[in-house]
């Protein structure tokens, strides 16, 4: 196991999962998607029509 933890194979699947990580944490949007508000509105405007 410990072979295994020391290879260049898990050492570099690491780093990429490492790097994907910081990735996704720093290229999220920062307003919330489009098609969730208008999901929301939908859900209002039916509410209001009742």
């Known amino acids: 196991m410990m ?22 944490v720093m290229l999220q949007p920062e307003e919330p998607p489009m098609f969730g508000s208008t999901a929301v509105a939908a859900t209002q405007s039916h509410g209001a029509a009742l």
């Open 3 to 24: 072979a295994f933890l020391k290879s260049d194979l898990f050492l570099r699947f690491l780093g990429g999962f490492a790097i994907g990580a910081v990735g996704m």
